[in-house]
């Protein structure tokens, strides 16, 4: 009988195991690439349109959850491009990979910050260990597209946030290069540490000269 029970026990939590293994790796899935499709059309809907009056010349970023930017990386075949959210708070980073806000924009000096989910919600920095110095990231914008060449990476503890400041590593520093920093759990299915991506702008193209020619 103890035998009989213990048994039903363990299979009752391994269904409940599996069971949110669907939920957190598929079922979440869906939920963000519906989110995607949203944001997408909201992307392409607001480009299409006048821009806005930018009196700094820089126009400012959309509201905290609203489409951003658009993020290539073909250095890593088959992957599909991501619109990218205003925000790295939970809900916006269940719509995909996200700005986080006070950083700089595409191709201003200082380091743009973005983050993204490796495991859940659609993964988008999944492959992220894949990438290694000298492969590249295009962010597109209104204006057109920034490559991104990739410098390394590393992993560092959640609390480093120095990474994230316009010189990485250097509180107060005045910025005078053009940075990328992609941050993403580490390893993958735990939020133990995070894995630090990082690049310097390379190459622009407006929207008169056209994509790159990797894209």
Known sequence: MLLRGTGKTLITVGVVVLLFC???L???GLSTARAQSVLTEDLT???AAPPPPAPSG???PPPPGGAFARLHVP???GYEPWTIVEGVGVPDLKQGPGH???TAL???RGNVVLSGHRTTY???FNRWDELGEGDVVVLETRDGWYTYSLTGSQVVAPSAVEVTLPVPGQPGAAPVEQLLTMTTCEPEYSAAERMIVSGRLTAVQTRADGPPPNL
């Open 22 to 24: 669907v939920y957190e």
């Open 26 to 28: 598929w079922v979440t």
């Open 45 to 47: 809907r607001s480009w």
């Open 58 to 60: 820089q126009a400012d």
């Open 75 to 77: 250095s890593l075949p």
């Open 100 to 102: 986080m806000p006070g």
């Open 106 to 108: 595409p191709g201003q």
């Open 122 to 124: 659609g993964a988008p």
